[in-house]
């Protein structure tokens, strides 16, 4: 046995040295400096290769039988080369193969099937039905398929690969199992290998993606500053010293000495190409993945999904602002945070853990790596945007409501809501002038408490009392958005010409004069607008859609018939459908009346919404 074997370290001490803290993961230092300048023989090549095969992934034979199958098709590449190119093998056959080892050589390629507990999701393309359909939509679903499929491959072959994680488990497994001491030095080099290989891909990862340009940091020019150098006559003979000269020369040796490499030789802007804002991104998306999780472990928090963990969480905030400790215990949580790290590094049974939930779909993926694992290359952008699409979209529509609602609150759209919120707006700015600041504080803390726990789940798990929760709405109450303002113009210039109308003698729509709730005395003096006849269409029927102050009906073209009708006060929802054409009725006992082929789409639903006279609310 070597001496290297007989140093070997214990199995807890291999499973440490994962992260990137550590420039040297090999338990003994000299290995970094000792590498075969050889590069392996043929025989050694097709050793490994038969290895790697043998003794691969155990999972599925799908699995083996890819990896043969893609052994071969290699060789068959290879055979054709060299036939249809001999002169490139030539050249490779010259060069001496006696070679300097390559620092951080990049990683193998990744196979994404090679998985630990649960077999890589089936990727499946359109099918035939789907195409003829839905020919729009499928072609941009298979648009988005492809981009995400480019993105996820730059993701998990370049940085911390699924597969290397897979072989690093692996290997440990390796070696708690073996029997023999050799097996156990044999398993205990791969692993350190292993290692070295994932600090590689690293390194690769951050020069060949995010390193476009390096410049050389200068030299220093600038010397300690000597005082005799810096006194100057003075009037009456004496030499004075030069304090501003001798300042800036001080603070330039300075900022040479220990700022160099924050000086940046370059004054001009980046460029802004596709290349360097794609790296951008990229490194934007994988440096914020701890905060990817951070933010799911929160949202966990606050929706209460495990109550007892919630609660624990609530108990602990309100002790800690009974005693008023909450700012010191967010900084003692930071500083425990990064101590832990050291204390107890992540290990290849955390590894294991992380495997598990990305290979299994019935788990919440914690971040953006974890999904593309989870449904694969081509799939995790519908998941994406089916899981959070819509939240995303209803959280972009109530951030626009709440800046349409700022803007009309400052050009008082709506002067009256604007006076009441200014009064309040005026009691809190007493409040705050008039309360100790430490009191202030405690005040404020309490109510992020409220939020927190109080209102955040009431928003996220009943999303149409999200309104109600939300002190911004409290404050700005019944301030109109721009929709809201819009509706009320309509109605009040709707008033305004119904009057006119009434006035100049035109004649009033005798069709719902006698239908209403109020009694024949006042329906017959309600005066009824006819506002237009459109012409289109209502399933199989051509005709026309009679609009007027009560109501709609639809008329058909040939005999005049009334194929449906629907007063205004009996209107529950009113939606635009179809491609640009079309209306949706929907009446209070749920009763659906649709048209289509209205090329004047628009100005009707414009109308009906100002002559109505109804209560309208924005949903969409």
């Known amino acids: 046995m070597t001496s290297e074997g007989l140093s070997r370290p214990s199995t807890e001490q291999l499973s440490q040295g994962l992260d990137r803290a550590s420039y040297n993961i090999y338990h003994n230092p000299h290995r970094h400096l000792v590498a075969p300048l050889q590069p392996a023989t043929p025989a050694e090549q097709g050793e490994t290769s038969a290895h790697s095969l043998k003794d691969g992934n155990p999972g599925t034979g799908r699995s083996r039988l890819r990896r043969i199958s893609k052994k071969l098709s290699e060789n068959v590449k290879t055979t054709a080369d060299v036939v249809f190119h001999p002169t490139h093998h030539t050249k490779e056959k010259s060069i001496d193969p006696t070679t300097v080892p390559v620092l951080a050589p990049p990683p193998p390629e990744d196979d994404e099937d090679e998985r630990l507990f649960h077999d890589a999701p089936e990727q499946k393309g359109p099918t035939f039905n789907e195409v003829v359909k839905h020919p729009v939509s499928t072609v941009q679903s298979a648009l988005h398929g492809a981009s995400g499929a480019k993105f996820a491959e730059t993701m998990d072959n370049q940085v911390i690969a699924h597969g290397a994680g897979v072989r690093l488990v692996r290997a440990y497994d390796d070696l708690v199992n073996a029997k023999s001491d050799k097996d156990k030095n044999q398993a205990a080099d791969s692993l350190e290998q292993l290692k070295k290989a994932r600090q590689d891909a690293f390194v690769r990862w951050t020069l060949d993606r995010h390193v476009l340009m390096v410049r050389r ?48 030789q370059n004054p001009n802007l980046p460029t802004p190409t596709e290349e360097a804002l794609n790296t951008s991104a990229e490194r934007l998306i994988m440096t914020s993945t701890p905060y990817q999780i951070l933010l799911m ?44 790290r ?105 109510n992020f408490g409220v939020m927190f726990f109080g209102l955040f789940p009431l928003a996220t798990r009943w999303p149409q009392y999200r309104l109600l929760a939300s002190p911004m709405k409290w404050l700005f109450w019944r301030v109109p958005t721009d ?26 729509s005798q069709d719902y004069e006698k239908e209403g709730n109020d009694s024949d005395a006042e329906a017959d003096m309600r005066y009824v607008a006819n506002l237009g006849k459109y012409h289109c269409t209502t399933g199989n029927h051509h005709g026309e859609l009679c609009v007027s102050s009560e109501g709609v009906k639809f008329v058909s073209a040939i005999r005049k018939n009334v194929l449906w009708e ?15 054409e079309g ?38």
Do not use: C
């Open 297 to 340: 472990k929160i949202r966990h928090i606050y929706r209460w999904d495990n109550p007892t963990e919630t609660a624990k969480y609530l108990a602990a905030y309100t002790f800690l602002w009974t005693i008023n400790y909450l700012s010191g215990a967010a900084i003692l949580a930071l500083i425990w945070t990064v101590v832990k």
């Open 342 to 446: 050291r204390l107890y590094p992540p290990t290849l049974e955390d590894i294991r853990g992380e495997i598990k939930r990305s290979e299994d779909v019935e788990m919440t993926a914690m971040n953006i790596t974890q999904l593309i694992e989870q449904h694969g290359s081509h799939g995790w952008t519908d998941v994406l945007r089916q899981d959070l699409g819509p939240w995303l979209l209803l959280q972009l529509e109530d951030l626009a409501n709440v800046l349409e609602i700022w803007r009309n609150f400052y050009e008082w759209r709506e002067p009256t809501r604007t006076k009441i919120t200014l009064a309040l707006l005026s009691i809190f700015w007493l409040a705050i002038t008039a309360i100790p600041l430490n009191i202030l504080i405690k005040i404020t803390q309490f």
């Open 583 to 620: 209306l949706l009725f929907v009446s209070t006992e749920g009763d659906e009346s649709r048209v289509s082929g209205l090329e004047q789409r628009n100005e009707v639903f414009t109308q009906i919404i100002g002559y109505s006279g109804l209560r309208w609310q924005v949903s969409g």
């Open 217 to 264: 940091v200068p030299p220093h020019t600038t010397s300690w500053p000597n005082l005799g150098d810096f006194r100057a006559q003075g009037e009456n003979g004496r030499k004075r010293l030069q304090w501003v000269d001798y300042g800036h020369h001080l603070l330039r040796y300075h900022l040479e000495h220990y700022g160099d490499q924050y000086i940046d």
């Open 483 to 508: 929709a809201e303002w819009a509706i009320a113009r309509l109605q009040a210039e709707a008033r305004y010409r119904t009057a006119a109308m009434q006035k100049a003698g035109l004649e009033s």
């Open 566 to 580: 629907m007063r205004f006060d009996a209107l529950k929802l009113l939606q635009k459908v179809g491609t640009g």
